[in-house]
């Protein structure tokens, strides 16, 4: 079954830190760049991190020095630590493939609200 499931979501105070994790099917994570996205209320998708099957990482300028995402290849997952939250990281965090688009699977996403 092709799926993907986020989990790790809450409300935080500014500053504070959340880590989501992500478990995907075998046939979307395999050889696949993985990455997160989040989409704010009232704003388009977008990419926040991927990575690499390595681990090579990339990321958005809005979250450098503050989110890291890892991988892991043995159990299909992966996960996003943020830290220093702000109010406008508030959004609805997915992952998926890298440049996944509206026609692929995409999970439920897990709710990320972050107070001032």
């Known amino acids: 079954q092709v799926q993907l499931v986020e989990s790790g979501g809450g409300l935080v105070q500014s500053g504070g830190s959340l880590r989501l994790s992500c478990a995907a099917s075998r046939s979307i994570f395999t050889g696949s760049i993985m990455a997160w996205y989040r989409r704010a209320p009232g704003k388009q998708r977008e990419l926040v991190a991927r990575?690499?099957?390595?681990?090579?990482?990339g990321y958005a300028d809005f979250v450098k020095g503050r989110f890291t995402i890892s991988r892991d290849n043995a159990k299909n997952t992966v996960d996003l630590q943020m830290n220093s939250l702000q109010p406008e990281d508030t959004a609805i965090y997915y992952c998926?493939?890298?440049?996944?688009?509206?026609?692929?699977?995409w999970g439920q996403g897990t709710q990320v609200t972050v107070s001032s």
């Open positions: 990575i690499t099957r390595p681990g090579y990482t």
């Open positions: 998926d493939k890298y440049l996944a688009t509206r026609y692929d699977v």
